[in-house]
């Protein structure tokens, strides 16, 4: 029979095994983990209604009738293109700029 001396002396048993069990162990317990991640993240993604709808084919056209209700109402005919300020330009001076424009328009 083997003598225990012997087994301490083995070194596969006294660094090998240790380290397959690590590894071996770690993949299980890194599953784990990573499966509570992307069931949290699950929880967290439920869709809104609105967005649901927009996903569901059966609800999309009273989406687009809701949308259609919304547009008509709009006065198209006096609607104006105002560019906005750039991320450079100062956004207080370029109102005043833009208001004067219209005013002298007006």
């Keep these: 029979m083997l003598d225990l001396r012997t087994l301490q002396r083995n070194k596969t048993l006294r660094y090998g095994l240790p380290m397959m069990l690590l590894v071996v162990g770690g993949s299980f317990g890194l599953r784990e983990f990573t499966q509570i991640r ?36 709009l006065n198209l005919v006096q609607w104006k293109n105002i560019r906005g300020p750039r991320p450079w330009e100062d956004s207080r001076e370029y109102q005043e700029q833009q208001r004067s424009r219209m005013n002298k328009k007006e």
């Design 38 to 73: 992307y069931d949290a993240q699950k929880f967290k993604r439920k869709l809104d209604p609105s967005l649901l709808a927009k996903v569901d084919v059966e609800k999309q056209s009273a989406i687009l009738e809701e949308e259609y209700e919304k547009v008509k109402e």
